[in-house]
């Protein structure tokens, strides 16, 4: 049932939860410019959220504003872990409409499931509350978008048949990393033959800058391909995905996924071995496996800038870079804002749909950039 509207859509789609930014705000004109690019190749999903600082006015004015609607598909997500009550947690959807102007949802999803939110969900009865929003056609098609293992998935799949689509965390780097479980998700979700919408397949950007041996690796077979579009080929080879989102900051990364997702060439079997050799090689990495979504800091009571730290501190355990990541973390990390500064109060832990040891990871960080031990 599901899968009848999966071959329709094109396999890149334009996440819009890394817009650039200009000032304190986002770049209208450049996201503009990236929309026209996007546009004019053919595709047409876009995927933004109500939690998303800015993105849904932003997309307004760059997309809604500028091209009828049925030039291109938009997909938002509700948010239960925000929303202190029922009513809160469902006028979201009207809210979100207010922003983008968009009349109507193609895609409207389920936000970041996981294990300490899911039951939420269910008590503020979301669930008929999309299905009833479909009947009125203020959404045309449902999902949600996971963060859990393959027992949940199998559940809420089975228990909600009534569902489109579901949006899943899927990166040769993640495949077989046991707390994110994505060739097992993704396997649930082909049971149920549920397309597949992919986050996340350059892992929040690392993927695109990946440790040296890896950047080697692709270099030796394709001098010319990106890090970046190994990564996103990877996700769009696997079979029954409806698209794979990447979250654009520039027109930059936007004309580099065109160049190769335009005329899209699944993975070759010599390409697939070079990835399964680069799964192996950062296996051994060191690196923090953040993707900067950023759902930590919002309740941090120190304002602790948790991914901005990780990133410095992956400059050192990632490329050996240790000056760099010096100077990363003094720009991320002002006094009384340190690493160092972390109370333990665990709020970031419980948002991070990575399930990352934010706390330790923070601990080693101190000793990293504030003390100078070595991070191994
Ligand atoms: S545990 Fe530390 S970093 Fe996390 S929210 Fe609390 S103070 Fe912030
Ligand atoms: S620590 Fe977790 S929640 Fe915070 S930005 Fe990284 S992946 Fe996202």
């Known amino acids: 049932m599901a899968e009848q509207f999966e071959g329709d859509v094109r396999k ?41 600082p800015g993105s849904e006015p932003a997309i307004r004015k760059a997309l809604v504003d500028r091209y009828p609607r049925d030039a ?10 925000v929303a202190p009550t029922e009513k809160a947690a469902k006028k979201q959807l009207q809210t979100s409409l207010d922003r983008t102007g968009a009349g109507y949802f193609d895609y409207y999803l389920l ?16 669930w008929d509350f999309v299905g009833e929003e479909k009947t009125k056609g203020t959404i045309r098609r449902m999902g949600f978008s996971f963060h859990a293992g393959p027992e949940l998935l199998e559940r809420l799949l ?19 990393n046991p707390s994110v ?9 082909r ?61 930059a990364q936007m004309e580099d996924n065109l160049s190769y997702m335009r005329d899209f060439r699944p993975l070759n079997e010599e390409e697939r071995k070079i990835i399964g050799e680069a799964q192996r090689i950062l296996g051994r990495s ?10 930590c800091t919002g309740g941090c009571p120190r304002q602790i800038a948790i991914p901005e730290i990780f990133a410095a501190m992956n400059l050192q355990l990632a490329n050996g870079q240790i000056e760099k990541a010096h100077e990363a973390y ?47």
């Open 181 to 189: 479980t994505a060739r097992a998700n993704y396997e649930v979700a």
């Open 111 to 126: 936000h970041a499931v996981m294990e300490g939110n899911w039951k939420k969900y269910d008590r503020f009865r979301l």
């Open 12 to 52: 890149l789609g334009f996440g819009l939860m890394r817009l650039p930014k200009k000032g304190l705000g986002l770049d209208i004109e450049q996201i503009s410019r990236m929309v026209d690019l996007f546009l004019e190749a053919g595709f047409t999903y876009f995927d933004t959220a109500f939690i998303y």
């Open 286 to 295: 060191s690196a923090v496996p953040c993707t900067a979504c950023h759902y």
């Open 191 to 251: 049971r149920h033959r549920v397309p597949v919408v992919v986050m996340e397949p350059v892992k929040g950007g690392a993927l695109a800058d990946p440790p040296e041996a890896v950047k080697k690796l692709f270099r030796a077979y394709d001098p010319e391909a990106s890090c970046a579009s190994w990564a996103v080929r990877f996700a769009a080879s696997l079979d029954g995905i409806l698209t794979v989102l990447s979250g654009m900051s520039s027109l």
């Open 158 to 176: 089975t228990e909600h048949p009534e569902v489109d689509f579901v949006q899943l965390q899927i990166n040769y780097a993640d495949w077989e």
């Open 330 to 376: 003094e720009e991320a990390a002002p006094e009384g804002r340190r690493a160092s500064d972390c109370i333990g109060c665990g709020q970031c832990e419980r948002a991070c749909p990575q399930h990352l040891d934010v706390t330790g990871y923070l601990r080693k960080g101190a000793g990293m950039l504030e003390n100078g031990d070595t991070g191994i």
């Open 72 to 81: 291109f598909t938009l997909a938002t997500k509700l948010n239960a872990f």
